[in-house]
């Protein structure tokens, strides 16, 4: 969904080229969890039984169901704001000195960040956890937006990162 959103076309125009799609329904679509496997109905039925056999089926689902169907009717459109987020993001990143993001593209919701080498970022991970901050380190940094990030969480990211760099 983040790339047709991106690209401004139906889901459909993307999807036609493959024989099996998933789709997540949280974090950017907003559900509490759940995923959508779309494909034949071969596909599916060996996936349903694949499923069964390691014990992934769920009793009295319909409440995820429903959030899920929520997610898809009310928030793929607002996907938009996470891409706008996300270069919002990457533009903050830019702002400290270590971190630099235009060797790559910032299309959705993904931001990548190339980190100078004297940045412990395992320690600083470290520090912004005791602020309920969390983030893996690696180099390239990755950062994704998502429903629940706004600007202010990214504002507060930015002068968190700040001050312990």
């Not at 987020?85 to 190339?114: C, H, K, P, R």
Request: aromatic share 6%; glycine share 8%; hydrophobic share 45%.
């Amino acid at each position: 969904y983040n790339a047709a959103v991106k690209l401004g076309v139906d889901i459909t125009e993307i999807t036609q080229y493959f024989d099996s799609v998933s789709i997540c329904l949280s974090k950017g679509l907003g559900a509490p969890v759940g995923s959508l496997l779309l494909g034949s109905k071969a596909l599916i039925d060996k996936a349903r039984r694949w499923r069964k056999v390691l014990g992934g089926g769920m009793r009295q689902a319909g409440m995820l169901a429903a959030a899920g169907q929520y997610a898809l009717e009310h928030h793929v459109a607002r996907l938009a704001e996470d891409h706008d987020n996300a270069a919002y993001l990457a533009e903050q990143l830019n702002t400290l000195a270590g971190f630099d993001t235009s060797t790559f593209q910032i299309d959705t919701n993904i931001v990548y960040a190339n980190v100078a080498e004297h940045i412990d970022l395992k320690a600083v991970a470290h520090a912004l956890k005791e602020q309920n901050m969390l983030f893996s380190p690696g180099k390239p940094l990755r950062l994704v937006t998502h429903l629940g990030v706004t600007k202010q969480d990214i504002d507060s990211f930015i002068s968190a990162l700040a001050a312990e760099i």
